[in-house]
């Protein structure tokens, strides 16, 4: 019963719309993440927030804008992406940033499955 | 940068038998992760390992962490097909300041009657 809700579950964009994923958590937490994960393949990090502040940015491409609007939330706004950006993007979020001090284990919400034409 | 590796990345095994998914890691680390994936679905915590020697159980799965050997296993008995699934391992590193996990490839499990 994940506790990280992602809308929407399904997205098909053209390469020239915007659109934005949703993430919300009421668990507490403080850190949030985006992933992506391409079929047969692991997720890969692109995004963390730490205490609402953007605290790493894997060399994600300006086209993915990642936001945090508060402690709860998290946005992915999508623009002008690409058929290879075709994916499912998973928001995930843990106690906290440090992950020392608590057991850094990450929830993950159900997913947005991504598809770009 | 932490590094995870897993062995199989694939694995056919008959319902009733026992194997053992390895997963190997870079850098010290006194913890260690399992998550399951159904197909189409998001990941699912498994175990949360927090230290050297650490063993966790949950029905037909058992996972152990030895932080020395930087060796985390996955223990399978008695196969069931419900334990069909992709298992994937994930470390923990700090980087810039912020805590992440690293994922193995994982090991898709098919358990065949």
């Known amino acids: 019963d994940t506790e990280v809700t992602q809308t929407p579950k399904h997205l098909v964009m053209g390469m020239t719309n915007k659109k934005s994923l949703k993430c919300e958590q009421h668990?507490?937490?403080?850190?949030m993440y985006w992933y992506k994960q391409k079929a047969k393949k692991p997720p890969e990090l692109m995004f963390v927030?730490?205490?609402?502040?953007?605290?790493i940015n894997e060399s994600v491409p300006s086209r993915f804008s990642p936001e945090c609007p508060n402690s709860s939330l998290l946005n992915l706004h999508l623009h002008a992406l690409q058929p290879e950006d075709s994916a499912l993007y998973l928001c995930?979020?843990?106690?906290?940033?440090?992950?020392?001090?608590?057991?850094?284990?990450?929830?993950f919400g159900e997913g947005s499955r991504l598809t770009v034409l | 940068e932490l590094k995870v590796e897993q062995n199989p990345l694939f694995l056919s095994m008959q319902e009733g038998k026992n194997y053992t998914i390895y997963c190997n890691y870079s850098?010290?680390?006194?913890?260690l992760y399992w998550y399951r994936q159904d197909p189409g679905k998001s990941l699912e915590s498994l175990f949360v390992?927090?230290?050297?020697?650490a063993v966790k159980q949950e029905g037909r799965l058992m996972a152990s962490l030895d932080t020395k050997a930087r060796l985390s296993t996955l223990h399978i008995t008695a196969a069931v097909h419900d334990l069909s699934a992709t298992y994937f391992c994930?470390?923990?590193?700090?980087?810039?300041?912020?805590?992440?996990?690293?994922f193995g490839k994982g090991t898709k499990l098919s358990v065949i009657p």
């Open positions: 995930a979020s843990s106690q906290d940033s440090g992950g020392w001090m608590n057991t850094g284990e990450l929830f």
């Open positions: 668990m507490g937490h403080r850190a």
């Open positions: 927030y730490s205490y609402e502040k953007l605290s």
């Open positions: 850098t010290t680390s006194d913890r």
């Open positions: 390992l927090l230290s050297n020697g």
């Open positions: 994930a470390g923990p590193y700090s980087g810039a300041g912020s805590y992440q996990l690293t």
